[in-house]
């Protein structure tokens, strides 16, 4: 089986920062893309960041310059560090992970439980 743990959520002034934490586990033989989405009360989950195996980027139009994604591949982690934010930025920030199952050949998407993140203005 395997687990996706986010972490690193709360309760933040607008302009200041937080970094989101994104680890995977389990019977993982390899990690494809992997992404942030987030679900604001009221709308559809949206595509925040991603970052493939190979480091190449993807942003929503309304993080990038101030969202960064980053991973680390011997830990299985992926990170978002978000500076600058806004109240629009409220929401539960969902991780997801693209990933191959040791034993088996196909690609499957597993999502975490999902992290509170709130911008107060």
């Known amino acids: 089986q395997v687990q996706v743990v986010e972490s690193g959520g709360g309760l933040v002034q607008a302009g200041g920062s937080l970094r989101l934490s994104c680890a995977a586990s389990g019977s993982i033989f390899s990690i494809n893309t992997m992404g942030w989405y987030r679900e604001a009360p009221g709308k559809q989950r949206e595509l925040v960041a991603t970052?493939?195996?190979?480091?190449?980027?993807n942003y929503a139009d309304s993080v990038k310059g101030r969202f960064t994604i980053s991973r680390d591949n011997a830990k299985n982690t992926v990170y978002l560090q978000m500076n600058s934010l806004k109240p629009e930025d409220t929401a539960v920030y969902y991780c997801?992970?693209?990933?191959?199952?040791?034993?088996?050949?196909?690609?499957?998407?597993?999502w975490g439980q999902g992290t509170q993140v709130t911008v107060s203005s």
């Open positions: 970052i493939t195996s190979g480091d190449s980027t």
């Open positions: 997801k992970a693209n990933l191959v199952l040791s034993g088996q050949y196909v690609h499957r998407n597993y």
